[in-house]
């Protein structure tokens, strides 16, 4: 409990309630009738009336000092806390194909593949930690691809499981995998963000401020029904800006293939459309990154994690109770305000003073 802070000082009037127990002590010393000896009364009994006499200027002190109280607003105050989450929703469009294969990065101080190198960094991107803040409010979804499209993950808040489908995420086993379908992998990502952002905003849960595709990818698009292009245009109609990242060394690379002797590396020419994905970042608003091994990859993260920000607004709301007028507690407890106590106490005093204890001047 506290007082308000423009009658606080209402409080220093408090000694006058002991003005009533004064008068009862300079009472109690004054005698109303002189007798020359009290030998005969002094074994006499008080009666009831004569001891209950001093409980009237105790009532009156009481009333007044709950009325000095409820005049400097005692308040107790309930303070609630709204935090509204502006989130960016991220979808991880990961490229699978036989080419990510290719030994030209690290991971742990070890020479690794793209795709494992690719997704430690985006575990760790979403997840935090190692450098990375995470990214705790916004929905992350993955997206990953060879010659045909699938949602691993739908965009969640739960990044756990996002870490977890990444490490799923296995190279194509069977022929009708094969391939680079990067138009129709760009529009399911797409498609998948619009939806959970407007479900997010319909919920309440978070409010999405933007819609990020991450396009990890080491080759050029050349199966599927749509063109990089058009999954650009569609892109920009819904207001979902797209970061391109090129993986791979320039030149050539070391790549297993399998041979009648076994797994053979093999230095293999790298061929990133580079043209291509710079032309549809730009066009959405977003930016293409080259990354030739994993601390440029991680760069490159760093980069896209500083450029979409995710915020948390907090709005303070303070009602006060004033007790003076309202009841002390909020939770179906029958105590009567402040100044309703004070007047029960002034009318119980002035009705035994008036039948009960009432005096003769």
Request: hydrophobic residues 45%; without cysteine.
């Amino acid at each position: 409990m506290t007082f308000h802070p423009d009658s606080v000082w209402v409080l220093l009037l408090l000694p006058l309630a002991a003005l009533p127990l004064l008068r009862l002590r300079r009472r109690s010393r004054r005698a109303t009738v002189s007798f020359s000896a009290l030998d005969a009364v002094s074994g006499a009994p008080r009666g009831r009336a004569v001891r209950l006499l001093p409980l009237l200027p105790v009532l009156r002190a009481l009333a007044i000092a709950l009325v000095i109280v409820s005049i400097a607003r005692p308040v107790v105050p309930n303070e609630r806390t709204r935090t509204l989450v502006e989130g960016v929703a991220i979808n991880l469009v990961v490229d699978r194909s036989d080419s990510m294969r290719a030994l030209d990065f690290t991971l742990e101080g070890k020479e690794t593949n793209r795709l494992d190198a690719l997704k430690d960094i985006a575990s760790r991107f979403v997840l935090g930690g190692s450098g990375f803040r995470g990214r705790p409010n916004d929905l992350v979804g993955v997206v990953a691809f060879a010659g045909y499209a699938d949602s691993v993950v739908p965009l969640t808040l739960d990044h756990e499981v996002v870490a977890d489908a990444l490490r799923q995420v296995r190279f194509p086993e069977g022929a009708l995998e094969q391939g680079t379908a990067i138009g129709d992998a760009v529009a399911l990502a797409v498609e998948k963000l619009v939806d959970a952002a407007d479900r997010a905003n319909r919920d309440g849960t978070v409010r999405i401020a933007s819609k990020v595709v991450i396009l990890l990818t080491d080759g050029e698009s050349n199966v599927g029904e749509l063109t990089p292009q058009e999954a650009a245009q569609l892109a920009v109609s819904t207001g979902v800006r797209i970061y391109a990242v090129g993986l791979g060394r320039e030149g050539f690379a070391p790549v297993p293939v399998r041979t009648p002797f076994g797994v053979q590396l093999q230095n293999v020419p790298v061929s990133i459309d580079e043209e291509t994905l710079t032309e549809i970042s730009e066009a959405t608003g977003g930016r293409y990154f080259r990354a030739t091994d994993s601390d440029s990859l991680e760069r490159i993260y760093e980069t896209i994690d500083g450029l979409e920000k995710s915020s948390i607004e907090e709005t303070k709301l303070v009602r006060y109770r004033d007790l003076a007028v309202e009841p002390p507690l909020g939770d179906g407890t029958a105590l009567p305000p402040v100044l309703a106590i004070a007047l029960l106490l002034l009318a119980a005093e002035t009705l035994l003073s008036t039948t009960l204890l009432r005096r003769v001047a």
